[in-house]
Nanobody
Framework: HVQLVESGGGAVQAGGSLRLSCAAS????????MGWFRQAPGKQREGVAA???????NYADFVVGRFTLSKDVPKNIFYLEMNDLKPEDSAMYYC????????????????????WGQGTQVTVS
């Protein structure tokens, strides 16, 4: 059973930075497609960034150049470095994992992901 636990959220001013962490079950980070999603109040959950099993990263247009993915495979931690944060980035951020092959065109969609964390809140003012 895959477990995902997010941390690192908080309140920052516009232009600030945060690094979100997703602690995963053993081998998850190295063998699953991993993604970050977010959901603001009253809005649908949306894909932010994901890294596929072959190591390729995909970013939503609204975070390109500001957010960066990374992994610490020995520690089974998946990170999202967020810079130049904007008020519209405020949301609950979720880590997710997908087993099996996920096409690059699908990695930012919710459907492939069967495992989700509880979320960590990011507030930008």
């Amino acid at each position: 059973h895959v477990q995902l636990v997010e941390s690192g959220g908080g309140a920052v001013q516009a232009g600030g930075s945060l690094r979100l962490s997703c602690a995963a079950s053993e081998y998850t980070v190295s063998t699953y497609t991993m993604g970050w999603f977010r959901q603001a109040p009253g809005k649908q959950r949306e894909g932010v960034a994901a890294v596929s099993q072959d190591g390729r990263s995909n970013y939503a247009d609204f975070v390109v150049g500001r957010f960066t993915l990374s992994k610490d495979v020995p520690k089974n931690i998946f990170y999202l470095e967020m810079n130049d944060l904007k008020p519209e980035d405020s949301a609950m951020y979720y880590c997710a994992a997908a087993a099996g092959y996920v096409p690059a065109s699908e990695v930012l969609r919710l459907v492939p992901y069967g495992y989700w964390g509880q979320g960590t809140q990011v507030t930008v003012s």
